[in-house]
């Protein structure tokens, strides 16, 4: 039985990757964070040639040729259906390292487009009444799939079992 009715019938893989981010996250926007299996997701990945491997610190960095394709596209199409200003960037932690202590100052989707890594966020902003959670998210986080962190949850990675590389997506509240 098909659930989906003709809704992303004729839709290329990149569409209804948006659809399915923009859906979830216009359901945890701002409540508590959230992990999604978008469609679509090897219409953004590709092949993993010119991945800059060795980082001694997991800061973000330019684009890696070849992980993911159509990042502008992406990033207009998410930005068009939030009514929010979306940008990207690459974090790229090495085999072993660790990201702790972060705090997302906006709207955070993080989205593995080579490897996997560990991934925790804590249960409510600091000085805030807890969200949906009870207690820390603490999960492993591949290929395919996205993690959603409201602005101002903490959130930390870890547990790259080999160079891990991910797309950022930052959620910006619009200029007028």
């Not at 800061?59 to 068009?80: I, Q």
């Amino acid at each position: 039985m098909d659930y989906e009715g003709d809704w992303g019938k004729g839709a290329s893989g990149l569409e209804l990757f948006v659809r399915d981010l923009a859906l979830c996250l216009s359901v945890h926007r701002d409540r508590g964070p959230a992990l999604v299996w978008p469609d679509g997701v090897d219409a953004v990945l590709s092949g993993d040639d010119g991945v800059r491997r060795g980082r001694a610190d997991p800061e973000p960095e330019a684009e890696p040729v070849g992980v993911a394709a159509g990042t502008t596209e992406l990033t207009s199409g998410l930005g068009e259906l939030l009514g929010c200003r979306v940008g990207s960037s690459y974090l790229t932690l090495p085999t072993g390292a660790q990201s702790t202590g972060n705090t997302a100052a906006t709207d955070l989707v993080l989205l593995p487009v080579r490897g996997s890594c560990g991934g925790r966020v804590e249960p409510s902003p600091p000085g805030r009444a807890r969200a949906v959670l009870d207690r820390a998210l603490e999960l492993r986080l591949r290929v395919g799939e996205a993690l959603y962190v409201p602005s101002g949850f903490g959130y930390a990675l870890n547990g790259a079992h080999s160079p891990c590389t991910l797309l950022v997506l930052a959620l910006h509240p619009p200029v007028w």
